[in-house]
């Protein structure tokens, strides 16, 4: 009898131990997903395109949202259904397609975290004043570190959850200060005065394109949840990740909205141009440009993580040692070496170079979403096991297909001049 009290006793506690342990990663790749979103490209495309467009940037921002939506609710339940990377489950569909995907998957998670290494040291640079090559490369061995600590995937969790949080309030009170016009933003989401495709697929680049599409599908395979059982529970969570995103980017724009529509002008000419801290120094002198500091930094040390993170699973298509464990974290911490050394060598990267690679991923956006998509309609028999894949996740999603293709194709000469902005 005592021995049974006892081993009830224990097990509660184990119990609960089990499920804060699955809902951890869970929750981290919801914030993963959203962080890497928000990332310092997210934030100087939001304030350049909201300087040069105005309110009728809120279109670009919905349909972006849109796409969010059609693009992670299919990556995510393909995913968790197969319990597959995205590499090896586009292999398993289209022969060496998930080797192409993950080189330029890899090739774009590269050029995103030099730029994301950069936006750290110009984050410390305006909260701390540290020089910002010593602010890049003090981000870059704060992310290392987190990866070589003993429970890694806990820390990123834990890490990620907090700093989107804390950029999320900090810039909901630069937006209340701010005082944009609501009512245009609100009118011109829907009928904007203006619709520039290069701008809209340069934003969904730099918040679903790339390596973010799979940041948080990714993160939610360690959970162990995957499976047909759990496709209720992995739609919920990719819903609330791109929420999270939608919401951060939507405040963001009212912020900077609301600066230009006082009449203040942001300076977008010259490699050192900063529309971002410039809108939030507008708004509260000194005091904005610290804050816009701790968000911009903590915008630029979780993207670190998720590009580096993300790029590194993607590896495991040309060798499954590097699937998890040590060898994972080795590479994520190379990853991030590379980038380091590459922005110590060429400086700090212009909002140019920044606002580029979105665009580059929003044009290579549409290549994985093919191949998966193809499965969903094509592959539910061998690839998905018999799953009966929902025929209006595929409608959704193929819509949102078509019209990244076509803005890609109406988008590729002016996304490559960004270089020469």
Same mark, same amino acid.
């Given at each position: 009898?005592?021995?049974?009290?006892?081993?009830?006793?224990?097990?509660?506690?184990?119990? =609960?131990?089990? $499920?804060?342990?699955?809902?951890?990663?869970?929750?981290?790749?919801?914030?993963?997903?959203?962080?890497?979103?928000? !990332?310092?490209?997210?934030?100087?495309?939001?304030? #350049?395109?909201?300087?040069?467009?105005?309110?009728?940037?809120?279109?670009?921002?919905?349909?972006?949202?849109?796409?969010?939506?059609?693009?992670?609710?299919? %990556?995510?339940?393909?995913?968790?259904?197969?319990?597959?990377?995205? &590499?090896?489950?586009?292999?398993?569909?289209?022969?060496?397609? @998930?080797?192409?995907?993950?080189?330029?998957?890899?090739? &774009? !998670?590269?050029?995103?975290?030099?730029?994301?290494?950069?936006?750290?040291?110009?984050?410390?640079?305006?909260?701390?004043?540290?020089?910002?090559?010593?602010?890049?490369? /003090?981000?870059?061995?704060?992310?290392?570190?987190?990866?070589?600590?003993?429970? =890694? &995937?806990? %820390?990123?969790?834990?890490?990620?959850?907090?700093?989107?949080?804390?950029?999320?309030?900090?810039?909901?009170?630069?937006?209340?200060?701010?005082?944009?016009?609501?009512?245009?933003?609100? $009118?011109?989401?829907?009928?904007?005065? #203006?619709?520039?495709?290069?701008?809209?697929?340069?934003?969904?680049? @730099?918040?679903? &394109?790339?390596?973010?599409?799979?940041?948080?599908?990714?993160?939610? *395979?360690?959970? @162990?949840?995957?499976?047909?059982?759990?496709? $209720?529970? %992995?739609?919920?969570?990719?819903?609330?990740?791109?929420?999270?995103?939608?919401?951060?980017?939507?405040?963001?724009?009212?912020?900077?909205?609301?600066?230009?529509?006082?009449?203040?002008?942001?300076?977008?000419?010259?490699?050192?141009?900063?529309?971002?801290?410039? +809108?939030?120094?507008?708004?509260?002198?000194?005091?904005?440009?610290?804050?816009?500091?701790?968000?911009?930094?903590?915008?630029?040390?979780?993207?670190?993580?998720?590009?580096?993170?993300?790029?590194?699973?993607?590896?495991?298509?040309?060798?499954?040692?590097? +699937?998890?464990?040590?060898?994972?974290?080795?590479?994520?911490?190379?990853?991030?070496?590379?980038?380091?050394?590459?922005?110590? =060598?060429?400086?700090?990267?212009?909002?140019? *170079?920044?606002?580029?690679?979105?665009?580059?991923?929003?044009?290579?956006?549409?290549? @994985?979403?093919?191949?998966? *998509?193809?499965?969903?309609?094509?592959?539910?028999?061998? %690839? /998905? !096991?018999?799953?009966?894949?929902?025929?209006?996740?595929?409608?959704?999603?193929?819509?949102?297909?078509?019209?990244?293709?076509?803005?890609?194709?109406?988008?590729?000469?002016?996304?490559?001049?960004?270089?020469?902005?």
């Amino acid at each position: 009898m005592t021995g049974s009290n006892s081993t009830q006793e224990s097990g509660t506690p184990a119990l =609960a131990t089990g $499920r804060r342990s699955r809902r951890g990663p869970i929750i981290g790749a919801i914030f993963l997903m959203a962080t890497s979103a928000i !990332g310092p490209g997210f934030i100087t495309q939001t304030a #350049t395109f909201t300087a040069t467009l105005g309110a009728a940037f809120a279109f670009a921002i919905l349909l972006s949202i849109l796409i969010d939506f059609a693009v992670q609710m299919n %990556v995510w339940r393909l995913i968790t259904v197969t319990g597959k990377r995205a &590499g090896d489950l586009a292999n398993s569909a289209v022969p060496f397609s @998930g080797h192409v995907l993950t080189v330029l998957i890899v090739v &774009g !998670g590269l050029a995103f975290n030099i730029g994301n290494i950069a936006g750290g040291g110009l984050g410390l640079n305006a909260l701390l004043g540290l020089d910002p090559k010593v602010g890049g490369l /003090l981000t870059a061995v704060l992310a290392i570190a987190i990866f070589l600590f003993k429970r =890694a &995937g806990t %820390v990123v969790d834990r890490v990620v959850v907090v700093l989107g949080v804390g950029m999320i309030v900090m810039t909901v009170v630069v937006a209340v200060i701010s005082a944009p016009p609501v009512g245009d933003a609100f $009118r011109q989401t829907f009928v904007p005065d #203006t619709v520039n495709f290069a701008t809209i697929t340069t934003i969904v680049g @730099g918040t679903v &394109g790339g390596y973010i599409t799979y940041a948080g599908a990714h993160r939610y *395979l360690d959970s @162990g949840q995957t499976g047909v059982e759990h496709v $209720r529970d %992995v739609h919920r969570a990719s819903v609330t990740g791109i929420l999270v995103t939608g919401i951060m980017r939507y405040v963001l724009f009212l912020a900077v909205l609301g600066v230009v529509a006082s009449g203040v002008v942001l300076d977008l000419s010259g490699q050192a141009a900063n529309p971002a801290g410039q +809108a939030f120094g507008a708004v509260l002198g000194d005091a904005g440009i610290r804050i816009f500091g701790a968000i911009f930094w903590a915008a630029s040390i979780t993207s670190v993580i998720g590009a580096a993170y993300t790029s590194s699973t993607f590896l495991s298509t040309f060798s499954r040692r590097l +699937a998890g464990g040590w060898p994972l974290q080795l590479t994520t911490v190379a990853f991030i070496v590379v980038s380091l050394v590459v922005y110590l =060598a060429i400086g700090t990267a212009p909002a140019a *170079l920044l606002v580029f690679v979105g665009g580059f991923n929003g044009l290579i956006l549409p290549i @994985g979403m093919t191949v998966f *998509l193809y499965i969903g309609w094509f592959r539910q028999r061998d %690839v /998905l !096991g018999g799953y009966a894949y929902p025929k209006w996740l595929l409608v959704v999603g193929t819509i949102a297909l078509a019209i990244s293709y076509y803005m890609a194709s109406r988008s590729i000469g002016p996304v490559f001049d960004f270089l020469s902005a």
